[in-house]
């Protein structure tokens, strides 16, 4: 899946030039000429916000502030032609990940961008990491925004083999046979409503979890 980037500046030229090049490196990208375009075009699929900060009507940093109010978590690089110590604390107290000063090399932007994204995107042995979404596999734990989820043993079991196995579909014998071994008389049907238990409460994460009609399913990044 491809990862989604939104680009909010009012100026055209930056917008296409940016956009171009992101493109070109294998990103989908959205564009907004303002903070209340963007507000209507950011969705829960996008992996970045690179943002300016001087706009006509609602600023960068009033758009980042009002996403973090919102527990939007979405990655956010600022770009700027201001660039005192001030305006990048500023930027980071209302929530940037990263602050870069117009005008810009884009190879530093597509440098900064793919940094950003892998400091948000970790899989480690004992835990997978995935913006707000921590699951330990030691501690048989998963927190979501800073939250405890509570699953079932079956749940958690489901949940740790889709992302041990992300990005390949996986068939429900597949799961029976790793999940249910014990278990004789398993369906496919019960396959399907423990996952969907597990996707209802992963709440805005279940979009992680596809399914693939008539195979099996995926775990999405």
Same mark, same amino acid.
């Given at each position: 899946?491809?990862?989604?980037?939104?680009?909010?500046?009012?100026?055209?030229?930056?917008?296409?030039?940016?956009?171009?090049?992101?493109?070109?490196?294998?990103?989908?990208?959205?564009?907004?000429?303002?903070?209340?375009?963007?507000?209507?075009?950011?969705?829960?699929?996008?992996?970045?916000?690179?943002?300016?900060?001087?706009?006509?009507?609602?600023?960068?940093?009033? $758009?980042?502030?009002?996403?973090?109010?919102?527990?939007?978590?979405?990655?956010?690089?600022?770009?700027?032609?201001?660039?005192?110590?001030?305006?990048?604390?500023?930027?980071?107290?209302?929530?940037?990940?990263?602050?870069?000063?117009?005008?810009?090399?884009?190879?530093?932007?597509?440098?900064?961008?793919?940094?950003?994204?892998?400091?948000?995107?970790?899989?480690?042995?004992?835990? $997978?990491?995935?913006?707000?979404?921590?699951?330990? $596999?030691?501690?048989?734990?998963?927190?979501?925004?800073?939250?405890?989820?509570?699953?079932?043993?079956?749940?958690?079991?489901?949940?740790?083999?889709?992302?041990?196995?992300?990005?390949?579909?996986?068939?429900?014998?597949?799961?029976?046979?790793?999940?249910?071994?014990?278990?004789?008389?398993?369906?496919?049907?019960?396959?399907?409503?423990?996952?969907?238990?597990?996707?209802?409460?992963?709440?805005?994460?279940?979009?992680?979890?596809?399914?693939?009609?008539?195979?099996?399913?995926?775990?999405?990044?």
């Amino acid at each position: 899946m491809r990862q989604k980037i939104l680009i909010v500046d009012d100026e055209p030229v930056i917008r296409e030039v940016l956009e171009f090049n992101l493109k070109s490196e294998g990103f989908d990208v959205i564009s907004a000429e303002s903070a209340e375009d963007a507000m209507n075009k950011i969705n829960p699929g996008c992996s970045l916000i690179l943002l300016d900060i001087m706009m006509g009507g609602m600023s960068g940093y009033k $758009f980042a502030e009002t996403l973090r109010n919102q527990n939007n978590q979405t990655p956010i690089i600022f770009l700027t032609a201001k660039e005192t110590e001030n305006d990048m604390l500023t930027g980071f107290s209302v929530g940037g990940d990263d602050y870069i000063s117009k005008p810009f090399s884009i190879k530093e932007v597509i440098a900064r961008v793919k940094a950003v994204l892998k400091r948000r995107h970790i899989v480690e042995p004992d835990q $997978f990491i995935f913006e707000n979404l921590i699951v330990d $596999f030691n501690l048989k734990i998963i927190t979501l925004h800073n939250e405890k989820v509570a699953l079932t043993k079956t749940e958690f079991k489901i949940l740790v083999y889709l992302i041990r196995h992300q990005n390949r579909v996986i068939p429900r014998h597949e799961f029976i046979d790793e999940i249910w071994k014990d278990y004789p008389y398993i369906t496919e049907r019960t396959v399907d409503v423990h996952i969907t238990r597990l996707r209802k409460k992963m709440r805005d994460y279940a979009r992680l979890i596809s399914n693939t009609s008539g195979f099996g399913y995926r775990f999405n990044i």
